[in-house]
């Protein structure tokens, strides 16, 4: 298509529009079927006075149409929405995607070319009754190719449901994936400046935070030339854009700033100088040396912490299967290499699998983090079973089976061991995190996927490394104490931790389902536990159990897994562990967080899961103590508690925009300042210093 015919459609396209029948025709110009089709969605069917509810614009183009963002670039119309609304509900503004551009000869439009979907946020005021709660909408979008462009219209409705108490309708899932594609709010205002017919940007931009092909999206028409080369450069914290003007009329703007596909910050401008002092980022987008350097920093991290983590209370029982092995092979240099091996490559391979699929659930739009699987209440049970039959089996109860196929194959069961003993390891450490864990895990967060997961294979590696360290220096090996008869006693003794940790395990399965539904699932636990008491029994007999027993074990699991509540009643069992509290504290939202911030006062927002053993750690240490809580109260600090025990889509979010992949996360909001970062260990000096030395400098401002 050449650019006059392109001019001369959507010229078309804009009169077809004002002369389109304001009643009901689906498509102004005769087609009965839309390029783009729009369909209305309610994140929940149920709604409380006072309340607000999410609606989507959920467009679906069809092969080779696409539509348009709220500014469409040089060409195109954006999205319009002409609401009919009930008396006490009002529609907020629409929420876009972050777009694509398409360049056609010469002519920049800003697009999406695939589905895509359009939020809008309704509120009802408390005078709105119980009852239907019909909306309707019309819209106007336009719908193109590459050569030929229709403008379309429909009548969107859906009728909603007014509730006195709260509602009980389950929320659309789906919706966690069109927030996932909304440009995430930088926080932090940008700068700009014209001058020579050059537009400059500068927005502040941690330089860990990688960027693939960045693309500025102006929302004002009339500033930038949007046929223009966008070049960008790095100075410090900051990235530079200097691009063609089209203009100079606005002291403000605001837009999205591209980083990668479908990842975008949204943020606000004021003007104001620009210095041209950066280094030009690499020609895809990405500076090269920048993410070097930050891997090599994230990868360091990564194997301190996983190192540290052998140090953590949810990851000893699982050690101590390690040392019964060390214990039984003795001196034998070849027996220990070769299960210290085994017993690493399990704990890289399931490290390394973690991260991948929570790479894959961040890509399919799902907002999760490290740690995701213990948020699943089944996988407690099931790993609350393990953990007792491994307990039981310690303690002597019953013997696994032994496989006597000849010395070879014995060595390879050994070697088995290891093997799923550092699989095992590497599950249960995922809730615990501690010093150089938080900024390697989060740089996985911007890091391309191949780097993240050498992240996720590094924290193995550092899990793994003091039994690599006993099986290849043979200084540490020397010192390993021969088998003997304490061997026995050693192993029964181990069977302490395993006991502790089920009940660690029992607690937390409590904290999430209730304690109702504990004592159901308690009784599939004795039944495991009697299923294995009868195995080894038989064992002392002389009998093989071994079938009967794998069938009847399974069968208990899966029945305690089916006997788990349903989401609604664990969602009311997250609302009911709130109790009183040394420092007391607010369920934590953003809106709330910015209304605190708004009115001037001081916040303490920390994010803790009751399977993170260091965020239970810094409670009992230094949040919940009447040291802390006094100085809090004086200081009028306002304080805002995240729970991710559950999975939570908004503390997903958060913490992800904050650089961590998981909890826990300690912020400081000072009046009128920006957050501080606490440490991931706390002490009670590490939060009274910080609180008592903002409200000393907030009164030597006020004396100035």
């Not at 190719?145 to 409705?157: F, K, N, Y």
């Not at 991948?356 to 099931?382: E, H, M, N, T």
């Amino acid at each position: 298509m050449t650019f006059d015919f392109r001019i001369v459609t959507i010229m078309l396209a804009f009169i077809a529009f004002a002369v389109a029948p304001a009643a009901g025709a689906q498509n102004p110009l005769g087609n009965t079927e839309l390029n783009v089709p729009a369909t209305l969605l309610a994140e929940s069917q149920q709604v409380k006075a006072g309340q607000s509810v999410t609606l989507a614009f959920l467009m679906e183009p069809k092969p080779t149409w696409h539509g348009y963002w709220e500014n469409p670039g040089d060409a195109g119309i954006g999205m319009s929405f002409d609401w009919t609304l009930p008396a006490g509900v009002t529609a907020g503004e629409p929420k876009f995607p972050v777009p694509d551009t398409l360049l056609i000869s010469g002519i920049m439009n800003y697009v999406y070319k695939g589905d895509y979907a359009i939020l809008v946020n309704l509120t009802l005021s408390d005078s709105v009754r119980p009852g239907p709660l019909p909306i309707s909408v019309k819209s106007e979008w336009l719908s193109c190719t590459d050569e030929i462009c229709v403008p379309e219209q429909d009548e969107l409705s859906i009728t909603l449901q007014v509730v006195a108490g709260d509602p009980a309708a389950a929320a659309d899932k789906r919706f966690d994936g069109f927030r996932a594609a909304l440009p995430r709010p930088l926080g932090s205002e940008a700068t700009f400046a014209v001058s020579d017919d050059k537009f400059r940007l500068s927005v502040p931009l941690p330089a860990n935070v990688a960027i693939d092909k960045p693309y500025f999206f102006i929302k004002e028409d009339g500033m930038v030339d949007y046929g223009a080369a966008q070049t960008f450069s790095r100075d410090g914290d900051r990235l530079i854009l200097e691009t063609g003007a089209r203009g100079d009329s606005l002291d403000s703007i605001s837009g999205i700033l591209k980083i990668a596909d479908h990842t975008g910050f949204l943020f606000t401008a004021t003007k104001g100088e620009v210095a041209m002092t950066g280094l030009p980022l690499a020609g895809d987008g990405t500076k090269t040396e920048g993410n070097a350097s930050l891997l090599l920093l994230a990868l360091g991290g990564a194997l301190l912490g996983g190192l540290l983590l052998n140090l953590m209370p949810c990851v000893f029982p699982i050690l101590s299967l390690k040392a019964i092995s060390l214990a039984k092979a003795g001196g034998d240099q070849a027996e220990v290499r070769r299960d210290a091996l085994a017993y690493t490559a399990g704990v890289v391979l399931v490290a390394t699998a973690l991260g991948a699929v929570l790479l894959g659930l961040r890509a399919s739009g799902a907002a999760v983090g490290w740690a995701f699987q213990l948020q699943d209440p089944r996988i407690i049970f099931v790993l609350l079973a393990l953990v007792t039959a491994i307990g039981l089996n310690l303690a002597g109860l019953f013997e696994l089976p032994n496989l006597n196929f000849g010395n070879k194959l014995t060595r390879k069961d050994g070697a088995a061991g290891s093997f799923w003993t550092g699989a095992l390891a590497a599950f249960v450490a995922t809730p615990c995190t501690g010093p150089f864990m938080a900024a390697a895990l989060g740089a996985t967060i911007v890091l391309p996927p191949i780097a993240a997961l050498v992240i996720f294979a590094g924290l193995g590696v550092g899990l793994a490394l003091p039994f690599l360290l006993i099986a290849f220096v043979p200084a540490i090996r020397s010192r390993l104490p021969k088998p003997g008869p304490w061997l026995d006693s050693f192993r029964k003794a181990m069977a302490i931790p395993m006991f502790l940790t089920a009940i660690g395990l029992i607690w937390l399965l409590g904290r999430q389902i209730g304690t109702d539904s504990l004592g159901l699932s308690l009784v599939f636990l004795l039944t495991v536990a009697l299923i294995l008491w009868w195995f080894g029994g038989g064992q002392m007999k002389g009998q093989s159990r071994g079938a009967l027993t794998a069938a009847a074990m399974l069968a208990a699991i899966v029945g305690g897994i089916l006997a788990l509540p349903g989401e609604e009643a664990m969602s009311s069992q997250k609302l009911a562990n709130t109790s009183s509290a040394t420092l007391p504290s607010e369920p934590f939202s953003e809106a709330r967080l910015s209304e605190l911030r708004a009115s001037g006062e001081p916040v303490f927002a920390y994010f803790t899961a009751d399977w993170c053993i260091t965020c239970k750690a810094n409670e009992a240490a230094a949040i919940q103590r009447s040291e802390t809580a006094e100085v809090f109260k004086a200081a009028k600090v306002k304080v805002l508690m995240g729970d991710w025990t559950r999975p939570d889509p908004d503390i997903s979010r958060f913490l992800e925009k904050h650089g961590r992949a998981g909890v826990p996360l300690y912020l400081y909001y000072a009046p009128g300042a920006e957050p501080v970062v606490l440490p991931q260990i706390l002490t009670v000096a590490t939060l009274t210093d910080l609180v008592n030395g903002s409200v000393q400098s907030a009164l030597a401002d006020r004396s100035l």
